[in-house]
């Protein structure tokens, strides 16, 4: 009666944690669309002002703004900025943006940490790294981007840092996000070799200026970009594998049902014979 008891407490707790992952899954999906556009928009965006920066870069001198050239002091130290998600229950999203996070930089101690995303606050203090900033903990991780920028720009414009990169998962589809490495700066803009011409257009009040202005822009832009294909990867693991609980928890009932009915038709089976024993006894 017991082991009935037994199974019959964990059907239903199996039911629920089927409920509640079922629930999980579905708001994942609403947020993987949005950010799944976002991030699709994101991209024809960064072509567009990858487009402008390439079309002033035969109209302008390049090599003096201080976000193209290298530092004059090299401290071979670089800023990563890791971005990760604030929540867990993605499968195995932030495990392998860690592992491969580990690979990139396995001397630690070389360089400094920016976090987006508490997931890789946590993974950067328990490994010993130098965490330099986190911005976890924000309600919105696009609206922390412009702080972001400032600090990197500060940071690598006065000399402490020869290069910074970002870390994050890049979104390819629902299943598949792959982590990804990218140098944002120092800034690697290659001259087109035949300007377009096909279009004519005025600048004002100059090249030089507009791209001055122009530059700090596209470089927002590619952390945006990076921030948004972090979220879609997010949301998109975070469904799958709220869809593979819900269905594990689903066999887990339906194994423990079959196992709670042969429990019963054993007691039943017992008590028939009990019975059979009993009337035996009492006629002989």
Same mark, same amino acid.
């Given at each position: 009666?017991?082991?009935?008891?037994?199974?019959?407490?964990?059907?239903?707790?199996?039911?629920?944690?089927?409920?509640?992952?079922?629930?999980?899954?579905?708001?994942?999906?609403?947020?993987?669309?949005?950010?799944?556009?976002?991030?699709?928009?994101?991209?024809?965006?960064?072509?567009?002002?990858?487009?402008?920066?390439?079309?002033?870069?035969?109209?302008?001198?390049?090599?003096?703004?201080?976000?193209?050239?290298?530092?004059?002091?090299?401290?071979?130290?670089?800023?990563?900025?890791?971005?990760?998600?604030?929540?867990?229950?993605?499968?195995? &999203?932030?495990? +392998?943006? !860690?592992?491969?996070?580990?690979? #990139?930089? =396995?001397?630690?101690?070389? *360089?400094?940490? /920016? $976090?987006?995303?508490?997931?890789?606050?946590?993974?950067?203090?328990?490994?010993?790294?130098?965490?330099?900033?986190?911005?976890?903990?924000?309600?919105?991780?696009?609206?922390?981007?412009?702080?972001?920028?400032?600090?990197?720009?500060?940071?690598?414009?006065?000399?402490?840092?020869?290069?910074?990169? &970002?870390?994050? +998962?890049? !979104?390819?589809?629902?299943?598949? #996000?792959? =982590?990804?490495?990218?140098? *944002?700066?120092? /800034? $690697?803009?290659?001259?087109?070799?035949?300007?377009?011409?096909?279009?004519?257009?005025?600048?004002?009040?100059?090249?030089?200026?507009?791209?001055?202005?122009?530059?700090?822009?596209?470089?927002?832009?590619?952390?945006?970009?990076?921030?948004?294909?972090?979220?879609?990867?997010?949301?998109?693991?975070?469904?799958?594998?709220?869809?593979?609980?819900?269905?594990?928890?689903?066999?887990?009932?339906?194994?423990?049902?079959?196992?709670?009915?042969?429990?019963?038709?054993?007691?039943?089976?017992?008590?028939?014979?009990?019975?059979?024993?009993?009337?035996?006894?009492?006629?002989?």
């Amino acid at each position: 009666m017991a082991n009935i008891r037994l199974i019959k407490g964990r059907i239903k707790s199996a039911k629920n944690i089927a409920q509640i992952t079922k629930a999980m899954e579905l708001v994942a999906a609403s947020k993987m669309k949005k950010a799944q556009a976002q991030a699709i928009t994101g991209k024809l965006y960064a072509q567009k002002i990858f487009d402008m920066v390439m079309s002033l870069v035969s109209r302008t001198t390049i090599t003096k703004h201080p976000l193209i050239k290298k530092p004059e002091k090299i401290n071979n130290k670089r800023l990563v900025v890791l971005l990760s998600s604030d929540k867990g229950l993605c499968g195995g &999203l932030n495990t +392998n943006l !860690f592992r491969f996070f580990h690979e #990139q930089y =396995p001397q630690i101690a070389s *360089i400094d940490v /920016l $976090t987006l995303g508490k997931k890789g606050a946590s993974y950067i203090a328990r490994i010993g790294g130098n965490l330099k900033a986190d911005f976890s903990g924000a309600t919105s991780h696009i609206g922390v981007v412009p702080a972001i920028i400032q600090m990197v720009t500060s940071e690598y414009t006065t000399g402490h840092y020869d290069a910074v990169d &970002l870390v994050y +998962n890049d !979104f390819v589809n629902i299943v598949k #996000q792959v =982590p990804t490495k990218k140098t *944002i700066l120092p /800034l $690697t803009i290659q001259s087109l070799d035949v300007p377009d011409t096909s279009l004519e257009f005025l600048i004002e009040p100059d090249a030089d200026s507009v791209f001055e202005l122009l530059l700090p822009h596209y470089l927002e832009n590619q952390v945006r970009d990076a921030v948004l294909e972090a979220l879609a990867s997010e949301h998109s693991a975070r469904m799958v594998a709220m869809r593979n609980a819900t269905d594990n928890a689903l066999s887990l009932m339906d194994d423990l049902t079959l196992e709670y009915n042969k429990a019963r038709q054993e007691k039943i089976t017992y008590e028939i014979t009990d019975l059979i024993t009993a009337t035996l006894a009492m006629s002989s």
